[in-house]
């Protein structure tokens, strides 16, 4: 299958694991950045530098929440200026990837 490469936008692929006390900080940060869509996921579980999250703990008070955003190569930089000093305070995890956007009726990076 060959790519028809005038349908696709080189952007890159952001997934950040965040406790979930921290969206709004979060959400500031992505507004300030100009990024016009993102889609996050609460109650994620796993285990990382603050130990194991679970979301089928009853009376879980801190939870995850997965943010996945695709961005402009400048709009990411400023994401990983703004966001690592968070990082390092609260915890969590930020990967960054090539991705391609397919172009349709709205575009929200």
């Known amino acids: 299958m060959t790519l028809q490469h005038d349908a696709l936008v080189p952007l890159k692929r952001v997934e950040i694991v965040f406790d979930e006390e921290g969206m709004g900080e979060l959400e500031n940060i992505l507004k300030t950045i100009g990024a016009r869509g ?41 994401l990983v200026t703004m966001l690592s000093p968070k990082m390092e305070e609260l915890g969590g995890m930020c990967l960054i990837s090539d991705c391609y956007w397919v172009k349709g009726a709205a575009e929200s990076y």
């Open 38 to 78: 993102y889609t996050y996921i609460k109650h994620a579980g796993g285990y990382g530098s603050r130990g194991e999250r679970s979301p089928d703990t009853f009376g879980l008070r801190e939870e995850n929440v997965v943010i996945i955003l695709a961005c402009t190569v400048a709009q990411t930089e400023k």
